[in-house]
């Protein structure tokens, strides 16, 4: 875990950050000493000091560190792919990441079954330790740079994740509630290759000023189509606690990181043919885009 703890920033910290810093350490620190990662942390970090510009900053001679915020269901995995792809840094979904250890039958597989089916967040120890664990073994990878989707949820993991690097960008993608719904229910994966598709398709009238939104489905090919299945908290109750408790928990955050100046609001008129192009643009990627376009 050497490493990770490089990532931590030797500025003086508030009472609440400490406490964050002491918290993280305290996660990381259980199979060395002190003294060997007080040592470490005077290395080159793992990832590089942020640029105090947004949209677009590192895209040039450095990795971006981006974080990716939204509802469940919004599509924060979807775009945060494609960008990762676009520009070449790891895509960090933490849903992901709990996931594979609900599969992999470790000492937290059963403890996380329970709270995922019942629509809960995961706790802040359970997240950063497996946040921590990819994070390390991304750098054995030669990976630098970031997007993270899912993370951080809270203040408390976002006072956290300031104390351990610092991030360029938050892109806060926004759907109304009635068609994140309509996301949810539709959404499954093949449980043969464990791609994502969604069945539902979404016409929403537009009404008081507002444009209306429409969301084709995404089919799966022929190979897939009878091996798909429904994730087992897609169901309409437990969605709606997951909407409701991000609305409680997690919404702080964007007041959070607009009093950075680092939040960017992007409300996405529709499918991904219709926002792709617009998001790259609020990004200031579409140059970006057509570069890479041309020299595939």
């Known amino acids: 875990m050497a490493a990770v703890l490089r990532l931590l920033k030797p500025s003086p910290l508030s009472s609440s950050a400490a406490a ?11 199979t060395t000493t002190a003294a060997s990662e007080a040592d470490a942390c005077a ?8 640029s105090p510009t947004p949209r677009g900053a590192g895209t040039e001679g450095r990795s971006v560190q981006w974080v990716f915020l939204g509802c469940p269901g919004v599509g924060k995995g979807t775009y945060a792919g494609r960008l990762s792809t676009l520009l070449g840094v790891p895509h960090i979904a933490t849903g992901d990441l709990v996931r594979e250890e609900l599969s992999s039958s470790g000492p937290l597989s059963s403890q996380l079954t329970e709270i995922v089916n019942q629509g809960k967040l995961v706790s802040d120890e359970i997240i ?24 951080p ?4 993991q976002a006072e956290i994740l300031d104390d351990v690097t610092d991030i360029d960008l938050v892109v806060n993608l926004k759907l109304p509630e009635s068609v994140l719904l309509e996301k949810c229910l539709g959404r499954r994966i093949c449980s043969e290759c464990g791609k994502n598709f969604n069945v539902a398709d979404i016409n929403v009238q537009g009404e008081n000023g507002r444009p209306g939104i429409s969301m084709a489905p995404l089919p799966p090919p022929p190979q897939c189509a009878s ?30 990181y607009r009093i950075q100046g680092k939040l960017l609001e ?13 998001l790259l643009e609020a990004l200031n990627l579409d140059d970006h885009e057509e570069k890479r376009s041309a020299a595939a």
């Not at 949820?153 to 408390?156: A, D, K, L, P, Q």
């Not at 992007?266 to 617009?278: R, V």
């Open 153 to 156: 949820r809270t203040i408390r």
């Open 128 to 151: 950063i330790r497996l946040l921590f664990k990819r994070l390390e073994a991304g750098e054995a990878k030669g990976e630098t740079g970031f997007i993270l989707d899912g993370f």
């Open 227 to 256: 091996k798909l299945v429904t994730r087992s908290d897609d169901t309409e109750d437990v969605v709606k606690e997951r909407l409701r408790v991000y609305n409680e928990k997690s919404q702080p955050l964007e007041e959070f």
């Open 20 to 30: 964050s810093t002491t918290f993280v350490r305290r996660c990381l620190l259980s």
């Open 266 to 278: 992007f409300d996405l008129p529709g499918g991904i043919p219709e926002s792709w192009p617009k």
């Open 43 to 50: 290395k080159s970090p793992l990832y590089p000091r942020a």
